[in-house]
Structure formats: C-alpha cells, structure tokens
C-alpha cells in the first residue's frame, strides 16, 4: 500500500532533464551523475535492485520480487506466486499471462505486453521494441521479458529483469534469476534482440514485455504455514515419480495422487482427507504436519502391491496401507476403505503438534478414527473390528492395568500383542470420547507431557481418581462398559 520514489537510476543526462524526471515522480537520479552531460548514448542502469536466486521454475516471479524489494517491499517470490492464483497441483511456475494478472493484481501498471512480430520486417519492428524499452529504462522503468534462454536449439522460454544498458560496449544490463550471483550481468545487445522473439510459427514471432511501473502497490498479508508456492515447487519435484495416468490433487496440508479417475481422485480428497482434516483440526491440531506428505490412493491391492515396490521399493506388511516416515507418504489401497487413511493422518499431524506422545497415545488416537462420522459438526470415532479381539482379552483376564499400558515404551508398546495394546488404547480413547473428556484429556496431556510423559497422572485428574485403587475400580468398570458395546 506503499508508493515510493523509484532511486538509483544511473543516466548520461542533463541537470534540467533530472530535475525534471524527478518533479514526474521517477526513481531519483544518482547524484554523481546528475550533472553530467546530456549524451545519452552513454550509460544507464537502475542501481539498487536486489538479486534473488529464483526456485525452479518462478524465475518470473523472482523477478517481480526484485523490484518489489526495490520499492522497500519486504515480498518474496513465493508472495508474487501465491497472487497468482495458479492451482499448484500444475507444479509450474507463472507463464506469460498469469505473470501480467499479478502484476495488475499488485498494483503495476505492466502495459501492452504481446506483441506481434512479422518476420518480413523483424528488424525495424524489433528496433522499435528496443528503444520504447530503452526509453522506459531512461525513465527508470525495469521491464521483465520472456524471452529464450539462450540459442541452443529446444531451449526454455525464461524471464529476466533489464536494468540497463551500456551504449560503449552495446550490452544489455539483467538480472539473471537463474543464478545466485545474477546480478547486473551482461549481454550484448545483438544477441539479446536475436534471443528476445519467440518464434511460434514462420509466419509470425512475438516479443513479451512487462513495463515494471509501480502504481499503488497493494500486498496481502502473508499466510502461515505450507503456501501455493510450496505445494508448487513440491508437485513439480514430484512428477518424475507419478506414474503416467495418476491424477494429483492438492488438497492442504496434502498432497493426493491416486490412479483411479481424476474426477474420483478428486471426490475422494475433498470427501475423506478434507473432510476428515477440518474435523480433526477442530478437536485438536493448530499446526500442519512438519512436511508436505503425499497420500497415494491405489485403486486395489494388484495396484498397491505393484506400485508400493515401484514406486517406494516396499513390500507392505498390510492390506490396508501404511505410512512410510522415510518417503514423506502415506500408502493406502484406498479399496479397503477410508479408515487406514483416517488413521495415518492422524500420524502426520501429530509431531508438529504433540511431539513428546507416547506410543499408546498416538496408537490409540489414530486407531479411534478408522472407524468414524460427523455428529454435531465434529468427527467422532464408532466402535469397530477390534472390539471383538479387546472382549475376548477381557474375559480371559489377559489385559494389563492401564498404568502398565500407559508406561510402556514405544517398543515395549509395539512388543506387546499388537491387537489388545491398539485395541485397549482405542477403547480407551473411545470411553472419553464418550464421556466429553477426550480433547480436554489431549489438551491437558499436551501441557503437562514433562512431568508427566505417560499421560497416567493427567487420566487420574481428568477421572477424578484419586488413587490406584480408585483407578482399579475404575478399570473394572471399563471391562464391563465395552462388553456391553457392539460392533457393527
């Protein structure tokens, strides 16, 4: 929302001129230079314009970062992408026409940007180009144009930021973006105007420029957390390894690859992974996951056996999916159903927001939603196939006191039978679900964690227990309330 004096402009002019360029409200002329001459065949280059190395594939938006840094704002490349509105599931940066969007967007006035060459008169037309551009920069105008990367046949369209020119050497002063130590480099001018045409056909070629001249600038606040820019660059670092015919979907704090039906692909990260996110935001995570994770949806177990060994080189232990920490993924074959990916989620959102849970905590959480539905707005966990296994360690006396289950290590935890340690957790974490005390038991865990890191004093405050007698008592009355639940 700021408009400020556009300064550094080194130009070959005359005092009057200076006075006047500045009176029109122009980047201010250097003072050394001020009194010179007014030959302006010489030198001119807008000084002060930091260099910013672009991500893969945002040299545009680097550039637009640039001058925006020049006029004292504190922008990113990453903040002139999000602008843009681009779906990030495309994995690219802007192209031409997003890249003039944005600058509208920010308050830049960018000009008429295409412009239509015959070849016939390419010279003449190309020249005439040049010194509208020359003019711009005489007036301490930056232009970004697209243009080859250089002459090697195939090579990639990309943008850079001109600053100048120096007539003695006839060189094109830039910004290249591509390079960390880009700045005010340079190229002569003969192969700048050789490389500036776009060639789209033999009987047309066009010239892209974008006149940087600041309007009222207007920049939105930044958003916490993975933005559009991040999901971009992870997406597009991502592509070598979707198999062709996969469809992505960006769904935050995620990302979904599946190889069903774009359209299905699609259902299924709005109707289970968004739908399953907000809720469980809701009842306990304020943070994101620690990372972008990739949540692959194979359509049935020929394509998650396939897929998990071409893909990850696994072999799953599991029918139902898994979460892999070393790949940053979590595996499903979604044909068994939503609850393995309900119960993975979880997983990934709690290291950023509970580091410190135990094992049996996170087990038994994470186990709580593979069965679950919406009631009064919020996600909440129904009793499922593990029920059967819990009852029937209940009536063989076989189940440990909750103080021995919730002081487990973690490999203790997973060394115990695998189905009463999941289920008692579950169960658990279901009966103060029940009862209204879940999140209130998850918040005071949470806080409490160094003193009491298995969480068995907080379950004694949060149930009013005051001893270990009270909490065998307790127990008992357990065992007896989950042989009375049924599953289905």
Not at 89 to 100: D, K
Not at 428 to 457: N, V
Request: charged share 25%.
């Amino acid at each position: 929302m700021t408009r400020t004096t556009r300064g550094g402009l080194i130009v070959a002019t005359s005092t009057c001129l200076a006075c006047a360029l500045a009176g029109l409200g122009y980047w201010s002329l250097a003072p050394a230079q001020a009194a010179a001459a007014p030959a302006l065949t010489d030198r001119v280059q807008i000084d002060g314009v930091p260099h910013i190395r672009q991500r893969p594939d945002f040299c545009g938006e680097a550039c637009i970062a640039m001058v925006l840094r020049k006029l004292g704002h504190k922008a990113t490349q990453d903040d002139v992408f999000n602008l843009s509105g681009l779906d990030p599931a495309l994995g690219r940066g802007c192209i031409t026409r997003e890249m003039a969007a944005v600058l509208e967007r920010i308050g830049f006035r960018p000009g008429k940007v295409w412009h239509k060459i015959d070849p016939k008169q390419s010279s003449a037309q190309i020249e005439a180009q040049w010194q509208s551009l020359l003019a711009d920069l005489r007036r301490g105008i930056p232009t970004v144009v697209c243009m080859r990367y250089d002459d090697r046949p195939g090579a990639t369209e990309h943008f850079r930021l001109i600053l100048g020119y120096d007539a003695p050497s006839d060189k094109i002063i830039y910004h290249e973006p591509a390079e960390t130590d880009g700045a005010y480099w340079r190229m002569k001018r003969d192969r700048f105007l050789d490389l500036w045409p776009l060639e789209y056909s033999k009987s047309e070629w066009l010239l892209i420029r974008m006149r940087m001249d600041p309007g009222k600038i207007s920049l939105p606040k930044r958003p916490d957390g993975f933005t559009n820019a991040d999901f971009a660059q992870h997406v597009r670092d991502l592509r070598p390894r979707v198999p062709q015919g996969f469809a992505v979907v960006v769904q935050p704090p995620f990302v979904v690859i599946g190889d069903e039906p774009p359209r299905t692909v699609k259902a299924r990260s709005d109707q289970t992974v968004k739908w399953f996110v907000d809720r469980i935001r809701q009842l306990y995570f304020k943070k994101d996951p620690p990372a972008i994770y990739d949540i692959w949806l194979f359509k049935d177990d020929k394509s998650y056996r396939k897929h998990t060994k071409q893909i990850f080189n696994d072999e799953p232990d599991t029918p139902f999916g898994y979460f892999s920490h070393h790949h940053g993924a979590l595996v499903m074959n979604i044909a068994t159903g939503g609850g393995t990916l309900c119960h993975e989620i979880v997983h990934a959102f709690m290291p950023s927001n509970f580091p410190e849970c135990p094992a049996w905590f996170n087990e038994g959480l994470a186990s709580l939603y593979e069965q679950c539905a919406a009631r009064n707005g919020r996600v909440w966990g129904l009793t499922n196939w593990r029920l059967a296994g819990l009852q029937e360690a209940i009536r063989a006396k076989t189940l440990p006191p909750f103080k021995q289950l919730l002081t487990t290590t973690t490999d203790q935890f997973y060394g115990m039978s695998k189905g009463d340690s999941y289920a008692q957790a579950r169960y658990l974490c279901y009966y103060l679900q029940t009862e209204g005390l879940l999140t209130e038991y998850y918040e005071a865990f949470r806080k409490h964690a160094k003193t009491d890191p298995s969480g068995y004093k907080t379950l004694e405050r949060i149930l009013s227990l005051q001893s270990e007698d009270e909490m065998r008592t307790f127990q008992q009355k357990w065992h007896k309330w989950v042989l009375d639940l049924r599953f289905p």
